[in-house]
């Protein structure tokens, strides 16, 4: 399970369809301890070459939070990402790019510049698979 306050959920969602046809991503942020709870999120850049297929997040902002949570009761709990035109499904892409199966992934499908659905999992890249994690708004 995956709580989360309905403010940052409009904030990934509105990054999705201001991102279309391209992929939107971010940094989700939350407590290290307890259930996983979003308590900020931080979008990143698109830096992958095709940003209509795939998504990378800037390392820069990646270790930027990470020197800044250090001492922290708050650590990167995962990321967002959008689907343009697709389901709010990993991707193959998606599992093969999964190397933190601590981390939680949220992926949110637009079509026509509109988002549809937004869904959360955890991805084992070595199994090539992934479980749904339930979203609970806060």
Same mark, same amino acid.
């Given at each position: 399970?995956?709580?989360? /306050? $309905?403010? #940052?959920? =409009?904030?990934?969602?509105? @990054?999705?369809? &201001? !991102?279309?046809?391209?992929?939107?991503?971010?940094?989700?942020?939350?407590?290290?301890?307890? /259930? $996983?709870? #979003?308590? =900020?999120?931080?979008?990143? @850049?698109?830096? &992958? !070459?095709?940003?209509?297929?795939?998504?990378?997040?800037?390392?820069?902002?990646?270790?930027?939070?990470?020197?800044?949570?250090?001492?922290?009761?708050?650590?990167?709990?995962?990321?967002?990402?959008?689907?343009?035109?697709?389901?709010?499904?990993?991707?193959?892409?998606?599992?093969?790019?999964?190397?933190?199966?601590?981390?939680?992934?949220?992926?949110?499908?637009?079509?026509?510049?509109?988002?549809?659905?937004?869904?959360?999992?955890?991805?084992?890249?070595?199994?090539?698979?992934?479980?749904?994690?339930?979203?609970?708004?806060?």
């Amino acid at each position: 399970m995956l709580l989360m /306050p $309905a403010p #940052l959920l =409009r904030i990934i969602v509105d @990054a999705a369809e &201001a !991102a279309y046809p391209e992929e939107s991503c971010g940094l989700l942020i939350g407590p290290g301890t307890g /259930p $996983a709870r #979003l308590v =900020r999120v931080e979008p990143s @850049a698109n830096l &992958a !070459a095709d940003r209509r297929t795939g998504f990378e997040i800037d390392p820069a902002l990646r270790f930027r939070l990470m020197r800044e949570l250090v001492g922290s009761n708050e650590q990167i709990l995962g990321h967002y990402h959008s689907h343009p035109d697709c389901a709010s499904t990993p991707s193959a892409c998606d599992l093969a790019m999964a190397y933190e199966p601590e981390f939680i992934w949220i992926i949110t499908s637009v079509f026509d510049g509109h988002a549809m659905s937004t869904r959360a999992y955890r991805l084992d890249a070595g199994q090539q698979r992934s479980t749904e994690v339930q979203i609970i708004l806060l």
